[in-house]
């Protein structure tokens, strides 16, 4: 018998102690990110890995060699280099050109190796989260300028 | 304290000049039940709303922000896409009975619903036993979702539905003691009249501690009558899916949806009515002049604000508590409330008898 | 490894016929035919944790099996392993009632060798369709057996079994799962408390349960399989994607296999800041096992807190990684970028946060009546039960069972800090879920007692670009966010893995649940499976 009020005045005061912490959640401030409202001031860590990207200079050249490595170093296929052969008019040497650079972010499962296996520093990962687009062929993207 | 009952005699007198006695009753039927149902309606979607913001205060998240300001427009337009879902049938489901249940759930909520004394004069079904009534009218409903778990071919209701059946009719129980007790000190079955009395005092304060032990019971068991979390068992999202419900859509599923939330209301709103008093206003002996700030405020007001205040209450422990197994729940209902609820039974006779109370 | 030469003594003592084998790990090569005495004299020896049982398409030497046990009470590893040369008809004598975590491992086994484990009492496919035609993982599988095919499953419902008989062949019997009166219910693949797509083919007695089928494979991607045809850094990718909230500790196996294979050392640097990452996510994971607990047991307040509190780890590690699930950190030799310079300031910021929100938990959940009434006393699993289904992690430790790789084979950093492993004796579901509250403490010490001392250095060690290991196995464990992870890795000589195997934590976890959920309630199955804490893309890899 006296268990069984010390059981339940017990059992009661436990359930107290726990309406405490949601009453005090009832008022803190809450933390709920309102995106798109917030967009303008949503910043992504420096090394969020969104897409791959190949960055170009102000006079849109790319550092991009089509050694084709990161295609190789890629488990998915998610790459595919077209290149040509051009000679080049200064040494008369032939020389590889990139001609078109595909990235299917479909299939990409940013495992970095990519960016680690070229050796120029042509490609790298931006920011970027924004991913949705109606069909799937908008997500093969061409990432050099032409 | 301004009487409904006028303006109402003043409508009934109008009629029936124009028109024989016999019609004029129809037509105020008419009137009172379409209106009836528009309260309903609107009550419910105060209470969904209502139930999003609140749960989502408790959870640190902000709830339906989108449409319209603060979200409030969220739960009309919830509505009409409920409104425009295809109902499907189910094959090998009990199809009479399966369409049937939802209605009978939500025919049992809107006749216990309209038990309810919003205000002095606003009563719609108030006679001598009107307590008893209520508790007969908002049985109903069980049936209803024992048919729905039943009829729905599905495994996962029909445990759901089972589930149902063991704890609504088990907790009716407390519900009625606790009620009982307020019976005994008020010594009427008139939820008119059981206003009135608590002109002087509302029952919690002059019934003191065995009218504070029932209003605990009754909010437990009421929570529990109206399958809230923590006793959320016949719908268990974690356990059956939605229990009952999982193979409604469409309006049926709204119907059970609406049920559920105006069940929590009129809960709610007989525990104000009961226990704090409906509509009357807080008054303090002796303190004339706050008791005539007090009866300045209309009675609906107080009736709508006590009532939303246990439904606040009752969501709070909603969004806080684990749910019960259901051994734990026919435990906590056979071996604490309803000895609990007999002996503080007991104790208010003492209290009657002895003219403890205030 | 230390007591190879003794152990060694013993097996030749033991079993004449057994053949060590020196590449790698080295191993003991045991014929068909003596296996199974040599089993049962090391299961009576003490050996009663099977680490891992990995099937292997050994080529000409046929189909077999290779056995990692344990000895719980001295700590003696050994490896055993056994191949039937006859490819068509490969039959290994089953160990499942040694070993009871051997019943999903062997079925697993058959499923992608075909080997027949004569014995088994429950020979069905586990993870494949059973419609499904050959045998995945063998090296000579004809992928286009198999087209998508769109048909429905039907349910086997009978159990295949293949028992010897006195003239050395075998017979095929089949024995009924369920009987025809038995109310089965499904609870799964698509249910709110599975935690994905498994599916439990529940046996009920009003609310009791009476038995539980469990199926899996409905996300199996065949990552092993994938893994033979990729490059060693090409493999690295796959394993966040098996536990996801183990997506370091994983990643760390699979390097740390690879780097023991090359014979590759990496600095302190990277063992400081492995050790960090792997206790970051274990506390990452132990968030998100109270938040779903408690919300599979009703209580949504809690599931709110603990995404709250995991969003912080998650930003700490989002920072440094760039990922928040997926993180892709750990390399061979090393890690893919440098700690962020704000990592260390933010990771004491949580520190301090965390710890008074530990408080929280206990009010609203721990100390709550109703939780305690729910999780006290159910599901009980015996520490014997724990060793024998190897359910190892937070659910072994609960049952008393001191199972932690961090303490059992030292790695990274973890033997030079002090931190205390938990454990618990009631083994019930209060004490799986108490498990995981203190192992948040325990790791907030570890990484307190690291974060400052992070010493200079690389971090990432010179590799070659085209990694190729010798030929050999090598199995290496970490203590994944919910039990032993393991890795098992043969190679021919070759730049990609000839068999991957990774020890799921999930699996032993799940194949205990029929043993102890039965008579329990619907609502107790639901805690239980919430505090055995299951990850499904890990079980079905």
Redesign the interface.
């Known amino acids: 018998m006296i268990n069984y009020i010390k059981g339940l005045f ?3 005061w ?2 107290l ?2 309406l ?3 009453f005090r ?1 009832f008022f803190t401030r809450k ?1 709920t990110e309102q995106y798109p409202e917030n967009r303008s001031t949503l910043k992504m ?1 420096e ?3 969104g897409e791959l990207t190949m960055p170009h200079d102000e006079n849109g050249n790319n550092r991009c060699i089509a050694c084709g490595l990161c295609q190789m ?1 890629c ?1 998915n296929g998610s790459i595919r280099i077209t290149s040509e052969m051009v000679t080049d008019p200064d040494t008369g040497k032939q020389k590889k050109h990139l001609v078109k650079y595909e990235y299917d972010l479909g299939s990409c ?5 990519c960016v ?2 070229c050796p120029h520093h042509a490609i790298e ?1 931006s920011t970027g989260f924004e991913h949705a687009v109606f069909t799937r062929s908008k997500l093969i993207k061409t990432l050099n300028k032409q | 304290m301004f009487d409904f009952g006028i303006l109402t005699n003043w409508i009934h007198t109008q009629l029936t000049s124009v028109m024989s006695e016999g019609l004029a009753i129809f037509l105020e039927c008419v009137i009172i039940g379409v209106l009836l149902l528009l309260l309903y309606v609107i009550i419910a979607i105060i209470m969904i709303y209502m139930e999003r913001k609140v ?1 989502a205060a ?4 902000l709830g339906p922000t989108r449409v319209g300001p603060w979200g409030s427009v969220q739960v009309i337009c919830d509505v009409f896409k409920m409104l425009t879902k295809e109902i499907i049938t189910i094959r090998h489901s009990d199809k009479f009975l399966y369409n049937l249940a939802p209605y009978i759930v939500i025919l049992a909520s809107v006749m216990a619903f309209a038990c309810i004394p919003i205000s002095r004069g606003l009563e719609i079904l108030d006679f001598n036993v009107g307590v008893l009534f209520f508790m007969a009218a908002s049985s109903i409903g069980i049936v209803g979702i024992l048919l729905a778990g039943w009829s729905s071919n599905s ?2 209701s029909l ?1 759901g539905a089972m ?1 149902s059946g063991a704890q609504m009719i088990s907790y009716e129980l407390s519900v009625g003691l606790s009620i009982l007790t307020i019976v005994v000190l008020t010594d009427t079955m008139q939820f008119s009249e059981i206003v009135m009395r608590q002109a002087d005092g509302w029952f919690i304060f002059k019934g003191h501690i065995p009218a504070v032990i029932a209003f605990v019971i009754y909010l437990i068991a009421g929570n529990a009558e109206v399958n809230r ?2 006793f ?2 016949p719908e ?6 939605a229990g009952y419900h999982t193979e409604y859509s469409g309006m049926h599923f709204g119907l059970f949806y609406v049920a559920e939330f105006v069940n929590l209301f009129i809960i709610s709103s007989i525990a104000a009515t009961i226990f704090l008093g409906g509509w009357m206003p807080l008054h303090i002996p002796g303190l004339d002049g706050f008791n005539a700030v007090m009866d300045a405020i209309p009675g609906f007001i107080w009736f709508f604000a006590k009532a939303f205040f246990i439904v606040w209450l009752l969501m709070w422990i909603k ?10 729940i026919l435990t906590l209902e056979w071996k604490y409330l309803v000895p609990i609820g007999l002996l503080n039974l007991l104790l208010m006779v003492i209290v009657v008898v002895f003219k403890l109370h205030f | 490894m230390d007591n190879t030469i003794d152990i060694k003594d013993r097996i030749a003592a033991m079993e004449p016929s057994a053949v060590w084998s020196d590449a790698g790990d080295g191993m003991f090569r045991v014929p068909v035919s003596s296996f199974r005495g040599l089993a049962e004299k090391l299961h009576n020896e003490g050996f009663d944790f099977l680490r891992s049982l990995t099937g292997i398409d050994w080529g000409e030497d046929g189909l077999g099996c290779v056995y990692h046990l344990e000895n719980t009470a001295t700590g003696e590893n050994i490896v055993l392993g056994t191949a039937d040369p006859d490819r068509e008809n490969a039959c290994l004598p089953s160990v499942h009632d040694l070993w009871k975590g051997a019943n999903f491992n062997e079925r697993e086994a058959y499923d992608f060798f075909g080997i027949k484990f004569i014995g088994h009492p429950d020979l069905r496919r586990f993870f494949l369709r059973d419609d499904w035609k050959g045998y995945p993982l063998r090296k000579d599988y004809d992928m286009s057996l198999n087209p998508l095919n769109m048909e429905n499953e039907g349910n086997e419902d009978m159990a295949p079994s293949y028992e010897m008989t006195s003239d050395g062949s075998y017979i095929l019997k089949r024995h009924p799962l369920f009987d025809d009166q038995e ?1 089965v ?1 499904n609870i799964g693949p698509q ?3 599975t935690h994905g797509v498994l599916r439990f083919r529940v046996s ?1 007695e009003g ?1 009791t349960i009476k038995k539980i089928d469990v199926h899996s494979g409905y996300i199996h991607r065949g990552i092993e399989k994938l893994c033979e045809s ?1 490059t060693y ?2 493999t ?2 796959f394993t966040d ?1 098996l536990d996801y909230l183990g997506a370091m500790q994983n990643r760390h196996a699979l390097c740390a296999c690879i780097e023991k294979a090359m014979g590759l050392e990496v600095s302190e640097r990277i063992q400081y800041i492995r050790t960090i990452m792997d206790e970051l996510q274990r506390i990452d994971s132990h968030l998100l096992f109270i938040a779903c607990l ?8 809690v ?3 603990g995404f ?1 509190d995991r ?1 912080k780890v998650l ?1 700490i590690l ?6 928040r699930l ?1 993180q ?1 950190y750990n ?1 061979i030799g090393g890690v ?2 440098d700690i ?1 310079p704000e990592f260390v300031k933010k990771t004491k910021e949580f520190i301090r946060y965390m710890r008074p929100k530990l408080k ?1 938990y206990d ?3 721990t ?8 999780l006290i006393g159910t599901g009980v699993l015996s520490r014997e039960d724990a060793i024998s289904f190897g359910a190892t992690g937070g659910t072994g430790r609960a049952s008393g069972w001191a199972c932690d790789v961090r303490k059992r084979h030292p790695y990274a950093m973890y033997g030079k800090v002090d931190f205390k492993e938990i454990t618990f004796t009631e083994g019930d579901c209060f004490a799986r879920y108490m498990v995981r509250i203190k192992e948040i403490e325990q790791s907030l010490n570890i990484i307190e007692q690291l974060i400052d001392n992070i010493p200079d250095g690389e971090y990432q060690m010179k590799v070659k ?1 085209v990694i190729k290991l010798p030929a050999g196995s090598w199995y290496t464990a970490v203590e994944g966010s919910r039990g032993e992870f393991g890795v098992f890795l043969e190679s021919r000589g070759d730049k990609s893995p000839y068999r991957l195997k990774f020890r799921s934590t999930g699996l032993p976890l799940v194949s205990c649940i029929d043993t102890i959920a039965r008579d329990a ?4 199955l ?1 805690a239980i499976g919430g505090t055995l804490d299951y990850v499904v893309p890990d079980i079905d890899r």
């Open positions: 017990k059992g009661l436990s359930l102690v726990g405490k912490v949601t959640e933390i860590n090394r969020f890995c170093a488990p499962m940013f495992c970095h190796l680690n296996a990962f | 749960c408790f959870q640190c998240r495994k996962y445990i589930r979390g923590p959320d068992l268990a999202e974690s356990e059956l899916t969004w806080t508590f684990p749910r019960l197994r259901i051994d734990q | 109310y219910i249910h709110p408390a009920l609310e990729c850094p090409q690295l990718g994607r408690c919300q599979d047991m009703g209580a949504l307040e599931f709110f807190l709250r969003e930003d989002e920072q440094t990684t760039g990922g997926i892709t390399t893919q970028a962020h929280e009010d609203i959940f100390g709550n009546i109703i939780a305690r009434n729910r670009p309630k619907i609502a107790d639901i």
